[in-house]
């Protein structure tokens, strides 16, 4: 509707009084119209209809052109209007009284108000402002209620003193807050703000509006407008109690949805499963589980996070992704796997020596007690023989003696 009529006005603007025959008839302009700041990036426009214009039995509206930030144009049959808009820049628009009559158009000559931009040095104003809302469940048992935080951050202006003090408003409708938890830069200058409890609701729509003005000694610090789309500023919670098990190779996840005043329905969820050899998968779903296989040997990390679906709201942000969760075998780092088979090998190396000593009674001849000056060289050669046979044949022997002896090596190695 509004571009159909924005093309035939195009078409019309020109033709305007020439296409009524009527050439007495003439359209007045609207008048006393006035720009009023009504709130933070709120105007109300108003203007009275011409007590000079012939009103009886025709149908008149009036044509509304707003230049700010945004462009904006429309009709109305009302002789106000409110606008949100950022007034940091000045604002300015215009009205005229139009008229339709057949598929003919016919307009009256524009009136314009304007407001000044606010006063302030170039450069003071700050920049970067990004702002996000949570929201968190209230304490209340039995009631489902919510209430929605918000966070913003800014950067001073580059030509800001040192000395500057930013403050930050923001207005939701009819309410308005100024920001009581401040974080500071490395020179105590405010650039962030957080807002523990708001009067947003947390299915809202519409406009968020963010106001930061300033204060210094040397300079006049120039506001700062924007205006959020709360839906796209909303940041959900991550997901619940996420919870993974495997069977095998087969790896199923679950999850429960975010804190939310949304229901079950309204959220989409991405699943990301990795592990330390570089594995890595993103899923998407739009339910609370998840099925997939794994190499059944891996152990893998699984995070989850939310987004509400367009199905409920406008596309907005991402949750923070889930605390991960870790699923699958036990993967021993090398070092510790290393420290383990150099262990094993070295208990079993003594074992085995320790059952040839025991066997073959070598055991005093390697060590002779110290007041035996009699081992003759060739009890030694025998030793050394003995430690030189295959390690197949030591094998044999120690496995075919392990029942009997057994028992002995516990008793001898006890004393
Ligand atoms: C316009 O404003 C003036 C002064 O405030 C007032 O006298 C006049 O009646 C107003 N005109 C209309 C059409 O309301
Ligand atoms: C601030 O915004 C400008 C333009 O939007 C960007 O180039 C710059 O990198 C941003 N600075 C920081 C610190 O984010
Ligand atoms: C519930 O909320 C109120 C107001 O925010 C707070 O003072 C109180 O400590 C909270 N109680 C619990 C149990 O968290
Ligand atoms: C900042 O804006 C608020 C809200 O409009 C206003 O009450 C306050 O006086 C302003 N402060 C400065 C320093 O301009």
């Known amino acids: 509707m509004v571009p159909a009529f924005l093309i035939l006005f195009g078409a019309f603007e020109t033709l305007q009084t020439d296409l009524f025959p009527d050439k007495k008839f003439l359209l007045l302009p609207p008048m006393n119209f006035t720009i009023q700041v009504t709130g933070l990036a709120q105007v109300l426009l108003h203007w009275e209809p011409n007590p000079d214009q012939d009103q009886k039995n025709i149908n008149l509206k009036y044509h509304v052109k707003i230049n700010a930030s945004q462009e904006e144009d429309y009709e109305t049959r009302n002789t106000q209007s409110k606008c949100e808009t950022t007034l940091h820049q000045g604002f300015s628009a215009r009205v005229r009284t139009i ?5 003919s158009f016919l307009a ?46 800014w ?13 930050l408003y923001y207005r939701y409708g009819a309410w308005t807050e100024e920001c009581r938890e401040y974080n500071k830069d490395t020179l105590n200058r405010n650039t962030a703000c957080w807002f523990p409890r708001t009067f947003i609701h947390s299915k809202a729509r519409g406009r968020l509006a963010v106001h ?40 199923s996840i679950q999850w429960e949805k975010p804190v939310s005043a949304f229901p079950s329905h309204c959220f989409e969820y991405e699943v990301k499963i990795y592990n330390t050899n570089g594995y890595y998968q993103v899923e998407k779903t739009t339910t609370s589980t998840f099925i997939s296989t794994t190499d059944g040997v891996s152990k893998y990390s699984i995070q989850v996070r939310a987004t509400v679906s367009p199905q409920c709201r406008a596309m907005g942000l991402w949750s923070k992704w889930s605390q991960p969760i870790h699923v699958g075998n036990e993967q021993q780092p090398m070092s510790e796997w290393l420290l383990i088979t150099l262990t ?63 028992f002995e090596i516990l008793e001898s190695s006890a004393f």
């Open 212 to 251: 930061v003005n300033g204060s210094s000694k040397h300079a006049t610090i120039k506001p700062f407008d924007q205006l959020f789309d709360i839906q796209a500023i909303d940041q959900p919670n991550p997901p619940m109690n996420v919870t993974a098990e495997t069977e095998g190779s087969h790896l």
């Open 108 to 153: 009256s000559s524009w009136v314009s108000a304007e407001r000044k931009s606010p006063p302030g040095s170039p450069g003071t104003s700050i920049v970067n402002l990004t702002c996000t809302t949570n929201t968190a469940a209230g304490n209340y048992t039995n009631l489902k209620l919510y209430q929605v935080s918000l966070h913003c951050t």
């Open 99 to 103: 008229l339709w009559r057949d598929s």
């Open 344 to 406: 094993a090998t070295l208990c079993f190396v003594s074992l085995i020596s320790l059952l040839l000593c025991r066997i073959y009674r070598l055991w005093p001849k390697l060590f002779p007690p110290v007041p035996a000056p009699k081992s003759s060289i060739k009890d030694l050669i025998v030793a050394t023989n003995w430690e030189k046979a295959g390690p197949n044949e030591t094998e044999i022997e120690a496995i075919s003696y392990i029942e009997e002896p057994a």
């Open 155 to 167: 950067l001073a202006g580059k030509d800001a003193p040192e000395d500057t003090q930013y403050f």
